[in-house]
């Protein structure tokens, strides 16, 4: 999983100044993780907590033969998928459900309930440096928050849609099962960015 933008807070007795924390910090990580900017807020605020909204995308390539660049950014799926249906689909999702069906096992959540504000299923186009537009298909959850692995739980149901293997009435038994057993595969990671977090 990628993200654009994720949010930690943490209290510290440093007398380092607020500017100078992200080159501190830049300066110990792993290359793929980069603080990009730090600020002081008060002693009540917790990141994970008042979020208000969080923005998830995940990318597929529908085509035969994947460029290698998406390898480690789209999950490539060669048969043609039927987005009028993953999009009928999407709106069953929508609202406030119990998605127990969609959380993997080793979550430590206790309460299974979660609202999607947005599920928008669409084609885009990527342009990586001048090359030729990729097609992908974008899947962009708004949400107040999600269970373990939900997201990627969700695409890969919504992939089983598009495939036909799985119909609209069929995922409203799944949603109401509260069971993962009874859900689609698990959509693998590197379609998954988080995009934002709002406050």
Same mark, same amino acid.
């Given at each position: 999983m990628?993200?654009l +933008?994720n949010?930690?807070n943490f209290?510290?007795?440093q007398k380092i100044?607020? $500017?100078?924390?992200?080159?501190?910090?830049?300066s110990i990580?792993?290359?793929d993780?980069r603080?990009?900017k730090?600020?002081?807020?008060?002693?009540?605020?917790?990141?994970?907590f008042?979020a208000k909204s969080?923005d998830?995308?995940?990318?597929i390539?529908n085509?035969n033969?994947?460029?290698p660049v998406?390898?480690?950014?789209?999950?490539?799926?060669?048969p043609?998928?039927d987005?009028?249906?993953i999009?009928k689909a999407?709106?069953?999702?929508?609202?406030k459900?119990?998605f127990?069906s969609f959380?993997?096992?080793g979550?430590d959540d206790?309460d299974?309930?979660r609202t999607i504000?947005?599920?928008?299923?669409?084609?885009?186009?990527?342009i990586l440096?001048?090359g030729?537009?990729l097609?992908?298909i974008?899947?962009?959850f708004?949400?107040?928050?999600?269970?373990y692995?939900?997201?990627?739980n969700?695409?890969?149901t919504l992939?089983?849609?598009?495939?036909?293997k799985?119909g609209?009435?069929?995922l409203?038994?799944?949603? $109401?099962?509260k069971d993962?057993?009874?859900a689609?595969?698990?959509?693998?990671? +590197?379609?998954l960015?988080?995009v934002?977090?709002n406050?």
């Amino acid at each position: 999983m990628h993200a654009l +933008q994720n949010v930690i807070n943490f209290k510290t007795a440093q007398k380092i100044p607020v $500017a100078r924390i992200p080159a501190a910090l830049n300066s110990i990580l792993p290359e793929d993780i980069r603080v990009l900017k730090a600020e002081e807020k008060g002693a009540s605020f917790n990141s994970r907590f008042d979020a208000k909204s969080k923005d998830y995308e995940y990318l597929i390539y529908n085509a035969n033969i994947l460029p290698p660049v998406l390898r480690k950014l789209v999950w490539h799926v060669k048969p043609k998928l039927d987005l009028m249906a993953i999009r009928k689909a999407a709106k069953i999702l929508e609202g406030k459900h119990d998605f127990s069906s969609f959380c993997a096992s080793g979550s430590d959540d206790k309460d299974f309930v979660r609202t999607i504000y947005k599920l928008i299923i669409r084609k885009r186009n990527l342009i990586l440096w001048e090359g030729p537009k990729l097609s992908v298909i974008s899947f962009k959850f708004v949400g107040d928050g999600f269970l373990y692995k939900m997201v990627r739980n969700l695409v890969g149901t919504l992939v089983e849609v598009g495939l036909g293997k799985i119909g609209l009435e069929k995922l409203r038994v799944i949603l $109401a099962a509260k069971d993962r057993r009874r859900a689609g595969r698990t959509a693998p990671p +590197q379609g998954l960015c988080l995009v934002k977090v709002n406050y």
